[in-house]
């Protein structure tokens, strides 16, 4: 599996400590996959994920609306939830961002998208919802 000109890596996290995770990251060269109904840690991921299929110049496009996305997004009023985070490495260049209960506006379209792309299921129990930074 090739990844497109200039794309180098990519990582997406959404979870919970108190049920299901999801990562879904490029590793040389091929996408994993792991889903957990507990928490888990580097160790977990890289013995059960599992390589997924996909075309990985389309997947990038999905993920071109993380690129403006702010670096965090907070949501004060719940004190443990969900969190996600999604790190692309692409023509020299870091993009990050992360949160805790609170959402890009468009974070739920590009999981969808994503789920698309890959034909898995991304664990979501938080309210899609965008919040204030």
């Known amino acids: 599996m090739n990844l497109p000109t200039g794309a180098l ?11 299901t995770n999801c990562q879904l990251k490029t590793y ?12 888990f840690g580097t160790q977990q991921f890289f ?21 403006r996305w702010n670096r ?17 490495h692409r023509k020299g260049q870091e993009t990050r961002s992360f949160g805790s209960n609170a959402y890009p506006e468009d974070f739920d379209r590009v999981l969808k998208t994503i789920e698309a792309v890959i034909d898995e299921k991304i664990p979501f129990r938080g309210t899609r919802v965008a919040a204030a930074v």
């Open 9 to 19: 890596s990519f990582s997406l996290f959404v979870g919970n400590n108190q049920g």
């Open 28 to 39: 040389r060269g091929e996408l994993l996959y792991y889903r957990s109904d507990r928490p």
């Open 47 to 67: 013995r059960e994920a599992r390589v997924i299929s996909c075309d990985m110049e389309t997947l990038f496009l999905a993920l071109e609306p993380c690129t």
């Open 72 to 88: 965090s997004y907070y949501n004060t009023a719940i004190a443990d939830g969900e969190q996600w985070e999604v790190v692309i």
